[in-house]
């Protein structure tokens, strides 16, 4: 079996790692990505606020040995769903099955004013940038604002925000500061009302002002305000902004996508081309966009192909459920787990922020390291 899996996220990474630690080299696994790494979602934060350096989250998918997979650094030009077919700035590359984990793409342009006068915090390049600016901020009006839905990791924006409070505090800045915090949802983490209490009373105790329901339309970079899409406008000296997603302009391009995303059986992960999957933030499956999900989903898609290598069928299906750590600072760290299914409202249970949620946190990201990677969590 060959199995072309596009894009090396959380996703694709997962989903090599299942089958060649299952099929070995009895399956033919092409991996293809853009990048020489993969930085996982939470270490933006962290390397944004000086707790840790690009270098040591950086995971080079070079350092990826296994049996049946090969990694191919190139981007993706064109996708033909019907041959399961692409073509790459190193060459064409087909497949038996094809694993579309392509994740979303930012769009700061998007948003008038952004590129110009605020900061797209959501991309490592974006991140790892914002570390130098606040290296030599000097305190002032500081918002986080979002810009669109749907919008990775619903919580990173109140955990920057609360990330925030901890860096201005510890610099002597947070008394000549504000921080505003700009969201479409009405609440922090809408799945778990005690999730969200929590975090809104952590914004009450450190005076961080809450605009929910209200998304930035623009950012006017002469008068130095930002335009919510209710009229209000509200002035600021840093903007770090959640840019507009959208699937990356080839698979837009690829005539798989309904409404901006590709649509799949929400328990298969299946698309409607034959043999042809998709997981993850390219998708429009219903859970949010967040690593987990992309990961629990490829999970599901590598069960079923190790089943039809073995000539059985799985009975696995996709289960909606994935747990989130939130950074409340101080040094502590919250769990939420959330259900997303289908035809029923989602649920979440929620473990109060905690110093050992703090260490549960790095496990899981040294797991990963681990399992995808052969390579240890660096601490900084
Ligand atoms: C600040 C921040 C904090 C976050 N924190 C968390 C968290 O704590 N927990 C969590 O679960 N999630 C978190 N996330 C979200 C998480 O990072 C994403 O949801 C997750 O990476 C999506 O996985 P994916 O496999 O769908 O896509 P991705 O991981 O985005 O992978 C897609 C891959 O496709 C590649 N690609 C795209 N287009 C092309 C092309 N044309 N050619 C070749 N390659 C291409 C990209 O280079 C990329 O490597 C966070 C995100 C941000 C921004």
Not at 89 to 114: H, N
Not at 164 to 186: A, C, K, N, W
Not at 317 to 330: M, R
Request: with cysteine.
């Amino acid at each position: 079996m060959r199995v072309l899996v596009l894009g090396a996220g959380f996703g694709g990474l997962e989903l090599t790692t299942r089958l060649s630690d299952e099929v070995g080299a009895d399956a033919e696994v092409v991996l293809i990505d853009r990048a020489d790494a993969f930085v996982m979602g939470f270490s933006k934060l962290d390397v944004m606020f000086g707790r840790t350096i690009a270098d040591a989250v950086h995971h080079r998918y070079a350092d990826i040995v296994k049996p049946g997979v090969t990694f191919v650094q190139s981007t993706i030009r064109h996708i033909d769903p019907v041959r399961r077919r692409v073509e790459t700035d190193a060459g064409r590359f087909e497949g038996d099955v094809m694993v579309v984990a392509l994740g979303a793409d930012l769009d700061p342009a998007a948003t008038p004013g952004l590129v110009e006068a605020g900061i797209d915090y959501y991309t490592p390049a974006g991140a790892f940038a914002a570390r130098d600016v606040l290296d030599s901020f000097d305190g002032g009006r500081v918002i986080v604002g979002v810009t669109s839905t749907p919008f990775k990791c619903p919580p990173a924006p109140s955990e920057t925000a609360l990330m925030m409070h901890d860096f201005l505090t510890e610099r002597g800045l947070r008394d000549g500061s504000e921080i505003s915090l700009v969201m479409p949802l009405g609440n922090p983490i809408p799945p778990s009302p005690q999730a969200s209490e929590a975090v809104l009373a952590a914004f009450r105790e450190r005076g961080i002002h809450w605009h929910p329901n209200s998304v930035v339309r623009r950012l006017d970079p002469q008068r130095r305000v930002v335009l919510l899409a209710d009229g209000e406008e509200l002035p600021f000296d840093l903007f770090l902004g959640v840019p507009k997603h959208r699937v990356p302009e080839v698979v837009a391009e690829s005539g798989m996508c309904v409404d901006g995303w590709i649509p799949v059986d929400p328990l298969t992960l299946q698309t409607r081309f034959p043999d042809v999957y998709a997981v993850g933030d390219v998708t429009s499956v219903g859970t949010p966009k967040a690593g987990v999900f992309s990961e629990g989903q490829a999970g599901v898609v590598a069960d079923q192909l190790i089943a039809r290598h073995r000539n059985g069928r799985s009975a696995s299906t996709y289960h909606g459920t994935g747990a989130c750590y939130i950074e409340f600072g101080h040094e502590s760290v919250a769990r939420v787990e959330v259900t997303f299914r289908s035809g029923e409202p989602p649920t979440g249970i929620f473990e109060a922020a905690s110093p050992q949620l703090l260490q549960d946190k790095a496990g899981f990201g040294a797991r990963r390291a681990r399992r995808w990677f052969g390579t240890q969590w660096v601490s900084y």
